[in-house]
């Protein structure tokens, strides 16, 4: 998963940085952010946890949970003195998620592909520097340590969703995208810069790029960019194996190819529509 304490710092300076904005509203901003501390496994923070999470200040963490609060997308626990996300933050988020379509024809073929590899199939969009799965399909076969759900995010640079995002940018979006992850990580970036290129060869011989080796012991993944349409952002799919399931070179010669074959199938339907 992403590191938090390099995320939260990379929140912090894209703050600092569009500080000289005059359009910027800094506080809509700072509110917005401090909903981003909020993790998955961790429903409730106290005041110091925001804090130290958002970078703010006490007083200013106490007027935007105060305003959070009051508009319903906090809530309050007297009992703990400690905040949790409301229902308002749901109702904001369920359009965008609705009006997703391809989420709707993808999902049987992903929970298809899910079953037969006994894996995980995701779907996801980048946010900042990691991309954010907005589907996720789950094989049903029990005991995968690779089960992620919607709202998880993973490295953009190093994993195989992400590289297929960028493998699918126009090639100046893509260069912008890379001088932002090289401003991230400057001391890592002569690596960070040879795998993505090797990546990038290999999804443009094959059609799908697969994670680092040494990103995690537990699973491999392959992923594959959709097609991306005028009124939509660019996607991109994965599919996640335990590495106690993989036969040598299955990832290779079978389900990076099926991968791609789902999104294919997904691509014309769409087209159709």
């Known amino acids: ?5 390099r995320d939260l710092d990379y929140r912090r300076r894209s703050l600092e940085e569009e500080s000289g904005d005059s359009q910027f509203a800094s506080t809509l901003a700072r509110g917005l952010a401090l909903l981003r501390c909020f993790e998955a496994g961790e429903p409730l923070l106290g005041n110091q946890d925001l804090v130290e999470r958002s970078g703010f200040s006490k007083a200013t963490v ?3 949970t105060y305003t959070l609060v009051r508009l319903g997308y906090l809530n309050y626990h007297a009992e703990r003195s400690r905040y949790s996300l409301g229902s308002a933050v749901l109702v904001t988020a369920y359009p965008l998620l609705a009006n997703m379509r391809v989420r709707r024809y993808a999902r049987p073929l992903m929970q298809e592909m899910a079953n037969q590899v006994q894996g995980v199939v995701s779907l996801g969009v980048r946010h900042g ?6 589907e996720s399909c789950a094989s049903e076969a029990s005991g ?9 995010r993973v ?6 969703m992400g ?16 001088q932002q992850i090289k401003a991230r990580d400057p001391q890592g970036w002569a690596a960070t810069r040879e795998r993505i290129r090797q990546a990038l060869v290999h999804y443009g011989r094959h059609g799908f790029c697969m994670s680092d080796e040494d990103l995690t012991q537990d699973s491999r993944a392959v992923g594959v960019a959709l097609e991306r349409r005028d009124d939509e952002v660019q996607m991109a799919l ?8 993989l036969a040598p070179r299955q990832l290779e010669q079978d389900i990076g190819p099926r991968l791609r074959g789902l999104v294919r199938h997904v691509e014309t339907i769409m087209r159709s529509l």
């Open 1 to 5: 998963m992403v590191n938090k304490r």
């Open 62 to 64: 106490s007027r935007l």
């Open 129 to 134: 520097m990691a991309m954010l799965y907005i």
């Open 144 to 152: 995968s340590p690779v089960i992620v759900g919607l709202g998880s």
């Open 155 to 160: 490295p953009l640079a190093r994993t195989a």
């Open 163 to 178: 590289r297929a995002y960028l493998a699918a940018l126009p090639e100046a979006e893509r260069a912008d995208l890379l």
């Open 238 to 245: 994965n599919c996640g194996v335990p590495t106690f399931r």
